[in-house]
């Protein structure tokens, strides 16, 4: 099974916006609302931000927010803060023919 | 606060077999709320998924892993544990365990990750 596609950078100014899009296909993001994004600074493990497509772990606030449609899902990060630059990865659910999870391929957020 | 500790060589040489244990504290494995998981990422590179256990010893693994991997459990010692058969320099990379929330299948906490190089 072939890892979710994500673009390889994206960058912002501190305060603006910015979206990561996360493509699947209808095996597993489309098929299951079983779509999580973790941050990862270097040389540290990957942390949760987002579970479920749009729901957020208990104590974070609604600067990271998730959403679905198709095969696609993405993460928008508001209000960019220098510490949000790290690399974020998307992880969906798939049954193929068992139970499974496949990684999307990494973005590097850059704030510029 | 639960905890996740990785453990074992950080140097195995190619053909041989990588033994990995992911030490549980702070929690029980036995809590049927959750899986146990093994994550690797290879220097520079993304993350990618290998296999689940549940404390009852049912395991998934990566199809394209499924011939080499082996996740099993020790509920005696709050621990579980990777052996990946016949490594090869493909199989260098950091090696994480984390656990897997049932309902929601996701990696919730990680351990900090191991290094793990296959070299001669």
Known sequence: QSALTQPASV???PGQSISISCTGTNIDVGNYNLVSWYQQHPGRAPRLIIYEVNRRPSGFSNHFSGSKSGNTA???ISGLQAEDEADYY???YALSPTSTYVFGTGT???VL | QLQLQESGPGLVKPSETLSLTCAVSGGSITNSSYYWGWIRQPPGKGLEWIGNIFHSGSAHYKPSLKSRVTISVD???????LTLNTV???DTAV???ARVVRSTDVFDIWGQGTL????S
């Open chain 2, 75 to 81: 509920t005696s010692k709050n621990q579980f544990s």
């Open chain 2, 88 to 90: 090869t320099a493909a």
């Open chain 1, 108 to 110: 590097k957020v850059t």
């Open chain 2, 95 to 97: 090696y994480f365990c």
């Open chain 2, 116 to 119: 793990v190089t296959v070299s």
């Open chain 1, 90 to 92: 998307c992880c969906s």
């Open chain 1, 11 to 13: 960058s912002g100014s």
């Open chain 1, 74 to 76: 993405s993460l928008t």
